[in-house]
């Protein structure tokens, strides 16, 4: 019995490796590699059954689809993200937040504000329930960027306000391209209200 818990702790380590190498391959921009490990990641998850790590091999998928322009692949993994996560007995909030993050961001890349407006105001409502600052921060990031291409500066700016202070809270290099859009909508920073 240990050497079957210590075995699928290595699988689980083996996993969570992976999946972080996927990430790291993303943010360098080489998405085919991104996919790769994630891939990986995921079927090492399904083997060893453990739901927590398939989420998130799920999400680096998407995440990668997403990156490499290719918008119903990722919208078909957060839809896997979001159905594993709901299928738990007790549910997963943080899955389904990022899930939701994932809709949000595939339907702002396709072209649809009122889809992202939709599931960055759930990923929202969610992560205020869960606490997390981060998934916070996205989903202000989301909203501000639907609400921009929809052309209502008033909720972009205040989003974008919200989204800077969480991440420069959390020192989160997303910060200065939000600030960047703030300074780029008419007036610079304008005033929350």
Not at 14 to 38: F, M, P
Not at 174 to 185: F, N
Request: glycine share 14%.
């Amino acid at each position: 019995m240990a050497l079957l818990a210590a075995e699928v702790g290595i699988r689980i380590t083996q996993g969570s490796a992976l999946s972080n190498l996927g990430v790291v391959h993303q943010l360098r921009g080489d998405h085919e590699r991104a996919e790769e490990c994630h891939r990986r990641a995921l079927e090492v998850a399904r083997e060893i059954a453990n739901r927590l790590s398939e989420g998130g091999a799920l999400t680096g998928l998407g995440r990668a689809h997403l990156s490499a322009g290719r918008c119903e692949e990722a919208v078909s993994r957060f839809g896997q993200v979001l159905a594993l996560a709901l299928a738990t007995t007790i549910g997963d909030l943080n899955m389904e937040t990022e899930a939701l993050l994932g809709f949000g961001d595939a339907a702002w890349a396709a072209g649809d504000p009122a889809g992202a407006l939709e599931h960055h105001g759930r990923a929202l409502a969610l992560a205020d329930r869960t606490g997390d600052l981060h998934c916070q921060a996205q989903a202000h990031d989301g909203l501000g960027q639907a609400h921009h291409r929809r052309g209502t500066a008033g909720p972009a700016a205040r989003h974008w306000q919200r989204a800077l202070a969480l991440y420069s809270g959390l020192g989160a290099p997303q910060a200065k391209r939000v600030d960047g859009h703030l300074s780029a909508l008419d007036g610079g920073h304008p005033a929350a209200g």
